[in-house]
């Protein structure tokens, strides 16, 4: 498409169906103005910001991987599809965490030593956020001693790890038994989360749980946390100091 087709296009004119399959196009074409006057009009048009997320956004993205798996898009467009989504990501993201509450928990999460995808990761912390969450997100390429760094620092409830690709996920191995082998193991709950997992390979490394997606991830998060508290208070009290 030129750019005089672009410039032809309204969107606000465009059905709800059809804007949806437009902006598909918009983030294949990295087109971040686009997405987020798109993202804007369904808000405006009383959609929730979590279809939006869905049916416009990850839906568009899932369209980017599959070009991108089969060599018809490449790394420079794919980074351009990525910077749009995050336009309509960072409209979203309030939205998303507007619940007004107390945080339940604190969560420290980050991608892997060797790894820069991050869009599922703010995903994620989106979702947390939303879901009551203080979220501490320490970015891209984390080595060990960035997450024990911020473990230290922000004393979360939970350690969430992100990784992309078969080559990094390993490394999720590294952060949990260096978290052991200093005995701070059992003090966190660790959710790992990314495209190449699973859940055998979650039981494997040693983490509580495996996340599918993000809303799975909030979902886990609640559920891990308030299981936590449960246990601990049904655990008999220890040996009275006076007697
Ligand atoms: Co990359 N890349 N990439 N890439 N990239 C993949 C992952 C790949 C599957 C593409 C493909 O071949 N089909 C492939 C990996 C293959 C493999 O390992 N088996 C791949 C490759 C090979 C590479 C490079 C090596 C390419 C190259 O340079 N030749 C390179 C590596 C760079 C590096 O990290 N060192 C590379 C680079 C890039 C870009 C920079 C261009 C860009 C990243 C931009 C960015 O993130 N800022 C990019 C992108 C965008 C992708 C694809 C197309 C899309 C990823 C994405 O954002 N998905 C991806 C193909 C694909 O996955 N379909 C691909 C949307 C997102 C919403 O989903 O990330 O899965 P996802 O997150 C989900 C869940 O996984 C889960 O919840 C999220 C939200 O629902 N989740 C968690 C994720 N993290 C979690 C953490 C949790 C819980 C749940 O913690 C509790």
Not at 135 to 156: C, M, R, T, W
């Amino acid at each position: 498409m030129s750019d005089d087709d672009y410039d032809e296009i309204d969107l606000a004119s465009l059905s709800d169906d059809e804007l949806t399959k437009q902006m598909h196009d918009d983030l294949y074409d990295g087109l971040a103005e686009e997405i987020i006057e798109g993202t804007t009009i369904l808000l405006d048009r009383g959609w929730g910001p979590e279809k939006v997320l869905a049916e416009a956004l990850v839906e568009g993205m899932r369209i980017v991987g599959i070009d991108f798996r089969d060599g018809i898009l490449f790394v420079p467009e794919v980074l351009l599809s990525a910077n749009a989504m995050k336009g309509g990501m960072a409209i979203l993201r309030p939205l998303l965490a507007e619940t007004g509450a107390e945080p339940i928990g604190k969560v420290v999460i980050g991608t892997v030593k060797g790894d820069i995808h991050d869009i599922g990761k703010n995903l994620v912390a989106m979702m947390l956020e939303g879901a009551g969450f203080e979220v501490f997100d320490i970015g891209i390429n984390s080595d060990v001693d960035k997450y024990l760094a911020a473990l230290e620092e922000h004393q979360p409830d939970i350690l969430g790890l992100s990784a992309l690709l078969t080559t990094t996920m390993p490394y999720m191995k590294v952060v949990i038994d260096t978290l052991a082998a200093k005995g701070l193991r059992e003090k966190y709950i660790v959710l790992v989360g990314g495209a190449p997992l699973n859940e055998e390979f979650s039981a494997a490394i040693g983490a509580d749980a495996y996340c599918r997606d993000a809303a799975v991830a909030a979902e886990m998060a609640k559920s891990m946390i308030l299981a936590r508290r449960n246990l601990r208070r049904a655990e008999p009290p220890g040996p009275s100091v006076a007697s």
